[in-house]
């Protein structure tokens, strides 16, 4: 499991990055139970991406893969189209990271929104690197 800790480790290193790009950032920490371990709502930043960053972390540690790689089973023609209405919605956006130990357990997620999905996903991918 993700300790406190780490969590809070992800967060800075999340909050480095979104500053960097000017973006104002919610992320989310989840443990390998898709349960809140840490947050952040940077000033400014968008009130409805709350539930994007914490659904884009659900869906990676619910899947064990990034939020984006969801979509790929769930948009239509693929093998199993509405996939994103199960587990009381799926946020299949980029910007969910797994979160792993280093014998590769996963041990939770991390998810960002408030920027573009290309920001969003730089940034988990630069909150994921302190783990």
């Known amino acids: 499991m993700i300790t406190s800790k780490a969590a809070q480790a992800v967060i800075t290193a999340g909050l480095k990055k979104a500053t960097e790009l000017g973006v104002r950032a919610n992320i989310a920490i989840l443990d390998e139970g898709a349960h809140l371990k840490a947050f952040v709502r940077m000033d400014g930043a968008v009130l409805g991406s709350i539930d994007l960053a914490q659904g884009k972390?659900?869906?990676?540690?619910?899947?064990?893969?990034?939020?984006?790689?969801?979509?790929?089973?769930?948009?239509?023609?693929?093998?199993a189209p509405g996939l994103e209405r199960s587990n009381s919605g799926l946020m299949p956006f980029p910007g969910g990271i797994p979160l792993t130990s280093s014998d590769g357990t996963l041990i939770g997620a991390v998810?960002?929104?408030?920027?573009?999905?290309?920001?969003?996903?730089?940034?988990a991918r630069a909150a994921a690197e302190a783990v």
């Open 57 to 79: 972390a659900r869906t990676s540690a619910l899947f064990g893969v990034t939020s984006e790689a969801v979509w790929d089973y769930c948009k239509p023609g693929a093998p």
């Open 111 to 123: 998810g960002v929104s408030g920027g573009t999905p290309a920001q969003d996903a730089d940034i």
